[in-house]
C-alpha cells in the first residue's frame, strides 16, 4: 500500500507541475504581450519589466490553484486507468475509496501549501507588483489611504475623510472636510452624513461646520451647503483594495476593526470567500474522479471526455462561487453561507458517486 502511496503522489506531483508552468507560461503570455507596451513607454528597462511579471506568478496560481488541483488529480486517475492499472488494484481487491486516497491526500496537500502561499508569499508579491504598474509605469502615486472602511486623503488646503461605497460615483458617506493654520490648529472642521460631487461643487447634506474663533469655536447647523476647493475626486487616487493583498489573519483581525454591520459583512465575507476559494479544488476533484470513470465506462474514452467535463464542471463552480461571494458582499446573502455551500454540494454529490462504484 505504501508503494501505492508513493506512485500515485508522485504521479500527481508531475502532472500538477506539468499543467501549472503550462497554464502559468499561457496566462505570462498573454499578459507580456498586453502590457510590455506600456514598460517600453515609459522608458522602463526590460529587467524591470520581467521583475513585474515574476511577482504575478503566485497570484496566478492562487487564480489558477483549484482547476489546477482538479486537473492534476484527473490526469493522474485517468492515466492510471488508460494503462488499465485501475482494473489491476480493482481486480486484486481494493476499492475505489483506497485507490483515489493518495490523490485526495495530494489535493490536501497542494492545498495546504496555496493557503501558506496566501499568508505569507502574496501580500508580498501582489504589494510589490501593483507598486512597479501603478507608480513605476502609470506614474499613479497614491495621496490617500483606506483605514477601517474609511479613505482619508490630504489635499492642498485640507484633509478629506469618508466612507466611499461605490468609486464610480462621487456619492459620499460620513464626510469630513478640515483645514489646518501653520501652527497645526484646526481653522475648520465641516462634517455631514452625504456629500456628492458636480460641475466642480461639493454638495452638503445633514452636516455641521466648526470654525476657529478667538474664543474658541463656533458651530453652524445646515441641512445644504455648497463646498469649493482645489481638488476634485477624480484625484483620489487610493490603490483598491484587495482581498488577497491582505494575509490570511489580517483578513481576521479586520473583521475586529470595522464598526458598521455593512462593513462588518463586508469584511466576513472578503475572509470566508478567501478561505472557500483556496478550498475549492477540494471538492472539485471529489466530483471529477467519479466523472472520469463514468465517462470510461459509458464512452470508453476517459481523458478526452473527462477533461472537458471537469473543467466545465469547475468554471460552473466557479460562477456560482463569484456569484454567491457578491451577494454576501452586498449583506444579501450570509458570507459563511456562500463560503459553504457550493463546497458542501459538489463534495456530497462526489462522495455519493464515489459510494455507487464502490458499491
Given amino acids: 500500500m505504501k508503494l501505492l502511496y508513493r506512485y500515485l503522489l508522485g504521479q500527481f506531483v508531475r502532472n500538477f507541475l506539468t499543467v501549472a508552468i503550462g497554464f502559468v507560461a499561457i496566462y505570462l503570455l498573454i499578459d507580456f504581450f498586453d502590457k510590455i507596451d506600456h514598460f517600453t513607454r515609459v522608458g522602463k528597462s526590460f529587467r524591470e519589466a520581467l ?15 483549484p482547476v489546477l488541483i482538479l486537473l492534476a488529480g484527473i490526469i493522474t486517475f485517468g492515466i492510471l486507468n488508460h494503462n488499465h492499472e485501475l482494473l489491476a488494484l480493482k481486480a486484486s481487491g481494493i ?19 496555496s493557503l501558506a502561499m496566501a499568508q505569507w508569499i502574496l501580500p ?21 489611504a483606506h483605514r477601517n472602511g ?43 452624513d452625504r456629500a456628492e460631487y458636480s460641475k466642480g461643487t461639493w454638495h452638503l447634506y445633514s452636516g455641521q461646520m ?28 487610493i490603490p483598491q483594495y484587495k482581498p488577497e493583498q491582505m494575509s490570511l489573519s489580517e483578513l481576521y483581525r479586520e473583521m475586529g476593526k470595522t464598526d458598521t454591520e455593512t462593513e462588518i459583512l463586508k469584511t466576513k465575507a472578503d475572509f ?26 459509458k464512452w470508453g474514452r476517459d481523458l478526452s471526455i473527462a477533461i472537458p467535463a471537469s473543467c466545465g464542471i469547475a468554471f460552473i463552480a466557479w460562477g456560482i462561487w463569484g456569484a454567491l461571494q457578491s451577494l454576501a458582499r452586498e449583506a444579501y446573502v450570509y458570507p459563511l453561507f456562500s463560503a459553504t455551500i457550493v463546497h458542501c454540494i459538489f463534495a456530497s454529490v462526489g462522495l455519493f458517486l464515489l459510494y455507487k462504484q464502490d458499491a
Wanted: with cysteine; hydrophobic share 40%; aromatic share 16%.
Fill in 150 to 192: 474609511r479613505y482619508y486623503y490630504k489635499g492642498a488646503e485640507g484633509f478629506y475623510s469618508f466612507q466611499w461605497q461605490d468609486p464610480g460615483k462621487y456619492i459620499f458617506r460620513n464626510y469630513s472636510y478640515s483645514t489646518w493654520d501653520a501652527e497645526f490648529h484646526m481653522s475648520t472642521m465641516i462634517t455631514c
Fill in 95 to 113: 476499492p475505489l475509496r483506497v485507490i483515489i486516497g493518495p490523490i485526495l491526500l495530494a489535493g490536501v496537500c497542494t492545498t495546504g501549501l
Fill in 210 to 237: 466648526q470654525t476657529r474663533k478667538s474664543n474658541g469655536y463656533e458651530i453652524q447647523l445646515f441641512e445644504e451647503q455648497q463646498l469649493n476647493t482645489p481638488e476634485s475626486p477624480d484625484v483620489f487616487f
Fill in 124 to 144: 508580498i508579491t501582489i504589494s510589490a507588483s501593483d507598486k512597479i504598474w501603478n507608480e513605476d509605469v502609470q506614474g499613479k502615486v497614491p495621496l490617500g
Fill in 272 to 297: 470566508f470567500g478567501r478561505i472557500s476559494y483556496i478550498l475549492l479544488g477540494l471538492p472539485l476533484l471529489l466530483l471529477g474522479l467519479p466523472i472520469l470513470v463514468l465517462s470510461y465506462q
Fill in 51 to 65: 521583475t513585474f511579471f515574476f511577482l504575478n506568478v503566485p497570484f496566478i496560481l492562487d487564480q489558477l490553484g
